[in-house]
């Protein structure tokens, strides 16, 4: 009994390994940009015990190129340019995960019930059609210029620009969904309004507001590298990427090291970021999914 028990439950894990292997066959972009998020956020907890504090100055070995001491080169400071990449992934991560979050809770909550009530409706899209209005880096700009200047308020900064977004999103899925007959039925029974969001409407809105939250991440590491090289984002003294090529960009010419890391690493995190919202789309949205099988 105890080897059959065994031979049951060696199966049943051969048979799950066998449908993580036709999963990553058929989608090989969420696969692949999973592990490279996974393993940047891996490097981005463990930055303390990785590297050395990045704040560190040493201008005995200023605008050194890379080599074996120091991978990356260093500053016009003497600082790693190795260490402060890694320590700004940390950054680049706590905005893009930050803002993708609160922008999809709140687009969330906000779209569910200005698409089901329509007076709410009325009122608060326009609202979203005035921030909408505004382009992002400007509203961020001016927001930073207000609350001043620290991770927390670019956070802020970026989420306010990016709710209306989720919020259509939402609002234009529930339109649709509030017209179908079990929604109707769930009316004509008596069934609060609370109830009928949760269990009759929200559920078709995750699939989408997934794929969305990956471009709001991607969006806001951009929009936050922006804001650090205009010397509108997170403290001069926090090295974050953006905060790395502002400070690289007059030495360009000699150090081209002091800008390409650290570019290189924002692209890489986008271009991910993008590649498994891509893969999500493909594989959450039925008819698209039904054409790659």
Sequence with gaps: MAVATGDIALTGEQSRFDRFLEFARRNPTIIIGMAILIFMGIVALLAPYLVNDP?????????????????????????SVFDRTVYGTRISMAVGLSVAILSTVIGLAIGLVAGYIRIVDAIVMRIMDGLMAIPSILLAIAMMALFGSSVENVIIAITVPEVPRVVRLVRAVVLTIREQPYVEAAVSVGTKLPKILYRHILPNTVAPLIVQATYVCASAVIIEAFLSFLGAGTPPEIPSWGNMVSEGRVYFQITPWMILFPCACLSIMVLTVNVLGDGLRDTLDPRIARRMR
């Design 55 to 79: 704040r560190t100055l040493n201008p005995i070995n200023r605008l050194k190129p890379p080599s074996a001491e120091f991978w990356f080169g260093t500053d016009h400071l003497g600082r």
